[in-house]
């Protein structure tokens, strides 16, 4: 296996990285909750009046989905160049994407939630799901890429 060098840039990765994990903990610190991004979306989508938040209002997280759709676009209005590796396409992408959805409504969070949030706080729980991911994740790339699937 390679790494195609041209792609690699290690140091926006370390940079990106750590303005997530800035923005996980101003989160716990600010409002007291984990930064996952199936729940923060699913609480939008259908509130529960019953949780214990339900008095909280919404506007951090209409801000925090915003932030997350607007960002690459602002990028594109100052002429950054960000590649975009189309990873599906056709059927598979909308398909791909239920996928995920009930996999982390399954797993009842997602990769941003266990893997940035759960792990820093040592949740066992968190751990498992993280290594189910990245084993899927494994089993993926290599079906697809190596074993002619798709």
Do not use: Q
């Not at 690699?8 to 610190?29: C, K, R």
């Amino acid at each position: 296996m390679t790494i195609d060098m041209v792609n690699f840039t290690p140091l926006s990765a370390l940079v990106g990285g750590g303005m997530i994990g800035l923005a996980a903990l101003a989160l716990m610190a600010v409002k007291g909750r984990v930064m996952g991004i199936s729940g923060i979306l699913a609480s939008l989508i259908r509130p529960d009046a019953d949780a214990p938040d339900a008095h909280d209002s919404n506007s951090w997280r209409l801000a925090f989905v915003a932030g997350a759709m607007l960002g690459p676009l602002t990028l594109g209005l100052f002429h950054i160049d960000i590649d975009i590796i189309p990873v599906a396409s056709g059927w598979v992408l909308p398909l791909a994407g239920l996928l995920v959805g009930f996999g982390a409504a399954l797993g009842s969070g997602c990769t941003s939630g266990h893997g940035i949030c759960g792990l820093a706080r040592l949740s066992p729980r968190s751990l498992v799901a993280v290594m189910t991911f990245m084993l899927t994740a494994v089993i993926t790339v290599y079906l697809v890429r190596h074993a002619g699937v798709m």
